[in-house]
């Protein structure tokens, strides 16, 4: 059963911006510590950023500190990922993923529900 599921990837040329979206209708993200991950080709998933369950704090990789801004809508009940300078090295599939006993933190052993993941390329 899909319990997160993003949106808003695409194609996208070096320099420009993509907002990535999560929706869930099966619990309320404010509850929850949730992230942002992805995968590139030949590589291992690795944390993008994060919204902490405890005081809402945002962490972000090295690589996409001062690019990338997570942030969540509790009315909506949807997390986001606003990426712009993007670069060719940012294609990967990008997921989501929320726990409830997580407090914060960018290991993929930390989240319990994940999305499906949705498809950035970045490229001219």
């Known amino acids: 059963q899909v319990q997160l599921m993003e949106s808003g990837g695409g194609l996208v040329q070096p320099g420009g911006s993509l907002r990535l979206s999560c929706a869930t209708s099966v619990f309320s993200l404010h509850d929850y510590a949730v992230a942002w991950f992805r995968q590139a080709p030949g590589k291992e998933r690795e944390g993008v950023s994060s919204?902490?369950?405890?005081?809402?704090?945002?962490y972000y990789a090295d690589s996409v500190k001062g690019r990338f801004t997570i942030s969540r809508d509790s009315a909506k009940n949807t997390m986001y990922l606003e990426m712009s300078n993007l670069k060719p090295e940012d294609t990967a599939v990008y997921y989501c993923?929320?726990?409830?006993?997580?407090?914060?933190?960018?290991?993929?052993?930390?989240?319990?529900?994940w999305g499906q993941g949705t498809q950035v390329t970045v490229s001219s």
């Open positions: 993923a929320a726990d409830r006993e997580t407090l914060f933190g960018l290991e993929e052993f930390q989240y319990h529900f």
């Open positions: 919204i902490s369950r405890y005081d809402g704090t945002t």
